[in-house]
């Protein structure tokens, strides 16, 4: 199989929450599961589910969906956890289904900063807009911080 190399734009991975489109950079992607058994972890916060084995490591799993303040749902055959991993620190988001891999050029990107300064559009890098849809773009390094 060859290497795709593309010099146009960034890759996302793409999932859904609520049918709305959601991308990271697939850069900070390293393997995406179905559902895994969670340990709940006391004096987290609720938006963290708590932490999987995954292959012997502990990693902790994070609700997207109440990280945003959206309505729970039950898990199903289509839900995923995508493990993350920044600056060597991994973790996984709970997301409803994973759509696919796209591609975005500069252009077709915008800029959220233009529509809001609301300190809850820290999580999003931009707005993707390809093929008549829109995915948001999120800036995974605040979703991870916990501090907020």
Known sequence: MGE???VDGKQYVVFLLDKENYGVEIHSVTT???MLPYARVPK????IKGVINLRGEIVPIMDIRTRFGMEAREETEETRIIIIKINDVSFGIIVDEVDEVLTLSEEAIENVSNFTNDISMDYILGVGKIDGRI???LNIEKLADITN
């Open 135 to 137: 995915v948001t773009l």
């Open 32 to 34: 995406i599961e179905k």
């Open 4 to 6: 795709v190399v593309n």
């Open 44 to 47: 987290t916060p609720d938006y």
